[in-house]
């Protein structure tokens, strides 16, 4: 079963950036359509952004124009890089295959915290 690593996270002011990593165990990130999830305290995992095995991105409105997620095929890791970042973006946020797909075993995620 693959496994993923999230990193990156941390507190950061509003306005700040961040960049998010997700590196998996085995082979897989341009074999599949891969998504970034983000968890708020109280609330679902919701959907943040996809890249499709095409290299074509999509984003949830409420990143759209601030957010852009990558990946290395080499490294077989994804990447989230954040810009603008607003209060409500904190959450726990995390990485697996999109949802069209079973997904994988969940990681650990990594923490964002924006605030002042």
């Known amino acids: 079963q693959v496994q993923f690593v999230e990193s990156g996270g941390g507190l950061v002011q509003p306005g700040g950036s961040l960049t998010l990593s997700c590196a998996a165990s085995?082979?897989?990130?341009?074999?599949?359509?891969m998504a970034w999830y983000r968890q708020a305290p109280g609330r679902q995992r919701d959907l943040v952004a996809r890249i499709f095995q095409s290299g074509s991105t999509n984003y949830a409105d409420f990143v759209k124009g601030r957010f852009t997620i990558s990946r290395d095929n080499a490294k077989n890791t994804l990447y989230l890089r954040m810009t603008s970042l607003k209060p409500e973006d904190t959450a726990v946020y995390y990485c697996?295959?999109?949802?069209?797909?079973?997904?994988?075993?969940w990681g650990q995620g990594t923490q964002v915290t924006v605030s002042s």
């Open positions: 085995e082979s897989i990130v341009s074999h599949y359509h």
């Open positions: 697996n295959r999109d949802l069209t797909y079973p997904p994988f075993n």
